[in-house]
């Protein structure tokens, strides 16, 4: 299995980023997956996930309304759309994915992770 995070960067506040991840060593299209984040000295935390068929997606509420995940099983990828970036959204993103049919908000119930892309959002 191997996850593989691209699409970080440095933004300015208000600015946009498309995260994409691209799985291999699996069936893709039977797994959820999911978006967490971690800012140096804190714990990794929730974003986003969506399930295997992609009919369904849940995201923290510090980005509802601003982040869009999505799943395309025919290319293997999971992505993640975010606008209105702010200077809190700074953190190293890693994708994971999840061997539990439902979907899963904490990083322990995750058994793969990216090596993560690292967003900045400063003026």
């Known amino acids: 299995v191997q996850l593989v995070e691209s699409g970080g960067g440095l933004v300015q506040p208000g600015g946009s980023l498309r995260l994409a991840c691209v799985a291999t060593g699996f069936t893709f299209s039977s797994y959820t997956m999911g978006w967490f984040r971690q800012a140096p000295g804190k714990e990794r935390e929730f974003v986003a996930a969506?399930?295997?068929?992609?009919?369904?997606?849940n995201y923290a509420d510090s980005v509802k309304g601003r982040f869009t995940i999505s799943k395309d099983n025919a290319k293997n990828t999971v992505n993640l759309q975010m606008n209105n970036l702010k200077p809190e959204d700074t953190a190293v993103y890693y994708c994971?994915?999840?061997?539990?049919?439902?979907?899963?908000?904490?990083?322990?119930?995750?058994?793969?992770w990216g090596q993560g892309t690292q967003v900045t959002v400063s003026s």
């Open positions: 994971g994915r999840t061997s539990s049919a439902y979907m899963r908000y904490r990083p322990r119930e995750y058994d793969y």
């Open positions: 969506i399930s295997w068929g992609g009919g369904t997606t």
